[in-house]
């Protein structure tokens, strides 16, 4: 039987059982003011003592249960508490949508908002994030972002604030698949590390998984991080204008169809759109001329476009699309550029006699880069790399409840296309064009059995072009021990077929490229403990989790986790490449001709997150022990240079007077020093025109060469920065607000290093202080 005709069975079954002597309650919960939806909100039915939360799209459903009257009694932090009577008929689906009136708005996060999610689910490395929680971190320049956020995630170590990239848990940024409504986007960060391509005030909510995530996502071994956006005002318009010396930003909502008060049930169409660029290049001229006199070469303009189609039943269909540009002009490189774009949709059906849930989404994505150095001897500028890939995505799930157990189910088919070109020290271009197919179906079933919660899934992905299959279990447990104490467990195997053009050994990744993983690879893989035989061609990696959550009273939260990622095949760039991969050379080891060369490793660590929040208080604290190391595929286990053994992250959100106008934020960032390799000291390069005759003696040339030490057999010193924010809101009137706010990043101007120059022995350091002012209006 293949995928395709189990799926289809098991749809029927699951239809046809809903069908019977219960009913099912579900519906919408929405923002009664701007026709929002309202995630993550508890539904109590108080006859049974048991209930739902709604999910990212605002949808919560009940059943099946017994026919009857209920009472469904909805909680959330920012809403008054609103009740309901609600009558259910035998073998009926009963759509309640509910709107909630805003009651006191709190600006921080309540930990018990979060209480009966956390009892319900295994969540395992798990971190929801809303636009309350991302602009609670200082920000440089005032205006909130998830790149700043991202950082303070337990497990995320990143390697410098200029061009530098984020790894998670011991992966490589092309580890980590990205997600923005359903569709890929492969660089989510700008080369100044302080921002990212979303605009928080779109985000709806943001699932970051550092490792053991479900199988509902696959194509990749290492993290998950899938942003989800608004639909937009369905009764005003309103916006956001920003302004500080980084950027500037617009923002707008509003209803193309408006929500009619006097018919709650009536569709709506919604529509946002956000516009922002950087200036940087030309503003810090004047404000950070201390920094560099010519500026600092950072531009980028991201635009993103998003229309909504509601209906009253729940259901709901989104067009969206998006053009992300970035350009650098740094130190050596005359010029680095990168655009991205893409255009998808995606939609939420709900049957109006059928208990299931449908999804599905449709995209195409596009990202080019493209990276010019300057020749050594002329000064002049050529095009030496370039590297784009195109993707095309679609998928379809199902999601169908039985009480509180929820089983889901899907199909997805991705492609893409990879084209990298690269022009070496000697002239030679080295090209690679691939095409690829993947298929992936999945199932997935929480089951909840009093304290216990199961969570086992399984994923069958099918890469075309190597002809290779990967069965891939999941498996999510947890224990409420009692109500505020759970201990949970997490694992699985996952899989990839995507490589970045460069090394995991590279310190500075300015250029971030990908290509299709390579078939061509050697057939005898080379371990620590000896050798084996490559079985397939993919990237692939295990992991396991255990960790325990404790809530202290009302307003404080632990969760402590300990992970083991095991990286059992890796494809790098073959360093040791010395012979051409050809008919003359079929004696030779692969590892000495093969372009590419397998490698093997471990992350292994402790993260450790503690909340504290209170109506004027919110307190993060991370603290994250891990080690990484690579074994090289030849003779050497090595430190990648995103193995920081410790990283500390603390941040404060406090505000000053109870009417909460003035709003003080800091973080406060430690981490131990990162891996390097070391200069063991120099030679003359000796030019042998003569041939074996040549005169050492008087032949030098003025060219250097250099003797290395170890692979990353050196750290760097410890890296730590403090940044800190004051805002003022002024309300103008009920619908519009004014703030100003004023930052300063590495308040104490810590000389972070970069890294340091090789042949000048001149240190490169991360940026210095950059106080800046900042204004918004929301209207």
Not at 138 to 155: K, N
Not at 543 to 562: R, W
Not at 593 to 599: G, H, R, S
């Amino acid at each position: 039987m293949n995928v395709r005709n189990f799926l289809s069975i098991l749809f029927l079954i699951l239809v046809v059982s809903g069908f019977g002597q219960k009913g099912t309650i579900r519906g919408t919960i929405y923002d009664k003011a701007s026709g929002e939806p309202v995630i993550f909100t508890n539904i109590l039915v108080k006859e049974l003592g048991t209930g739902a939360s709604t999910d990212v799209n605002g949808l919560y459903q009940i059943g099946p249960i017994d026919a009857g009257t209920y009472t469904l009694v909805v909680s959330n932090v920012e809403y008054e508490t609103y009740e309901a009577t609600v009558k259910l008929e035998k073998g009926k689906i009963h759509i309640e949508n509910i709107y909630l009136v805003q009651g006191q708005q709190l600006k921080v996060l309540d930990v018990n908002g979060t209480k009966k999610d956390n009892q319900n689910n295994v969540n395992p490395s798990t971190i929801k994030a809303t636009k309350k929680e991302i602009s609670a971190v200082v920000s440089t320049g005032g205006e909130p972002d998830l790149a700043t956020y991202f950082q303070t995630v337990p497990g995320v170590v990143t390697t410098g604030d200029q061009g530098g990239q984020m790894y998670i848990r011991g992966g490589s940024p092309v580890q980590n698949k990205v997600l923005l409504d359903g569709m890929v986007i492969y660089n989510p960060f700008h080369s100044i590390g302080f921002f990212s391509v979303f605009d928080t005030e779109l985000i709806k909510n943001a699932d970051i998984y550092t490792g053991g995530f479900g199988s509902e996502y696959g194509g990749r071994i290492s993290s998950v991080m899938d942003v989800s956006t608004i639909d937009g005002n369905k009764k005003k318009m309103g916006g956001k204008i920003s302004v500080n010396p980084f950027g500037a930003k617009l923002t707008l909502e509003g209803p193309l169809k408006k929500l009619n008060e006097d018919d709650l049930n009536s569709g709506t169409i919604s529509y946002v759109l956000s516009a922002k660029t950087s200036y940087l290049e030309q503003s810090s001229k004047l404000f950070y001329s201390y920094v560099d006199t010519a500026g600092l070469p950072f531009n980028y303009t991201d635009v993103f476009g998003k229309v909504t189609f509601s209906n009253p039943n729940g259901s709901k269909f989104n067009v969206f699309g998006y053009n992300f540009r970035d350009q650098v002009k740094w130190q050596a490189l005359s010029n680095l550029n990168w655009n991205s774009y893409g255009v998808g949709s995606n939609f939420v059906l709900l049957p109006t006699g059928s208990p299931v849930q449908i999804g599905g989404k449709l995209g195409y994505s596009s990202y080019q880069i493209a990276m010019s150095e300057k020749d050594a001897l002329t000064g002049e500028s050529d095009t030496t790399r370039t590297s784009g890939v195109n993707n095309f995505n679609l998928g379809f799930d199902f999601k169908y409840f039985i009480r509180e157990d929820v089983i889901k189910y899907g199909i997805e088919v991705s492609g893409f296309s990879t084209n990298f070109s690269y022009v070496n020290s000697v002239g030679r271009t080295i090209t690679q064009n691939a095409n690829t197919t993947e298929i992936g179906a999945y199932i997935d079933y929480k089951i909840n059995r009093g304290l216990l919660v199961i969570n086992p899934g399984f994923r069958a992905q099918y890469y075309a072009s190597l002809g290779n299959f990967s069965p891939e279990p999941r498996l999510g447990l947890k224990y409420n021990v009692n109500e505020n104490f759970r201990i949970k467990a997490a694992g699985g195997v996952y899989s990839q077929n995507l490589i970045a053009a460069n090394s995991d050994r590279d310190v500075v990744n300015l250029f971030y490229g990908f290509i299709a993983g390579p078939d061509n690879l050697q057939d005898v893989i080379i371990t620590p403990n000896g050798e084996k035989d490559r079985k397939h061609s993919l990237q692939k990696a295990t992991h396991a989790i255990v960790g325990v959550e404790q809530d202290l009273g009302k307003h404080v939260s632990i969760n402590v986790e300990g992970y083991y990622k095991w990286f059992n095949q890796l494809t790098n760039i073959n360093r040791n490449k010395v012979y051409n991969d050809d008919a003359d050379n079929l004696d030779k080891p692969d590892v000495l001709k093969k372009d590419f060369i397998i490698e093997t490793g471990t992350a292994k660590g402790v993260d450790m997150v503690l909340k504290y929040s209170t109506d004027r208080l919110y307190v993060w604290f991370v603290y994250s022990l891990g080690k990484v190391d690579r074994w090289n595929g030849v003779d050497t286990t090595y430190a990648p240079i995103f193995d920081r053994r410790h990283n500390i992250n603390f941040v404060t959100t406090y505000f000053l007077d109870k009417d909460k106008k003035w709003e003080l934020d800091m973080r406060w960032n430690f981490g131990s020093g990162l891996p390097f390799t070391q200069t063991s000291g120099y030679y003359h390069n000796i030019d042998f025109t003569s041939g074996i005759g040549t005169d050492v003696t008087t032949s030098n040339t003025d060219n250097l060469g250099l003797v290395y030490s170890d692979l990353n057999g050196g750290r760097l010193p410890t890296y730590h920065r403090f940044d800190i924010s004051i805002k003022r809101t002024i309300e103008i009137n009920e619908n519009s607000k004014m703030e100003f706010n004023a930052s300063v990043t590495n308040a104490y101007s810590r000389k972070n290093i970069f890294y340091v120059d090789r042949v000048t022995a001149e240190k490169v350091y991360q940026l210095p202080i950059l106080p800046s002012i900042g204004f918004n209006w929301k209207f």
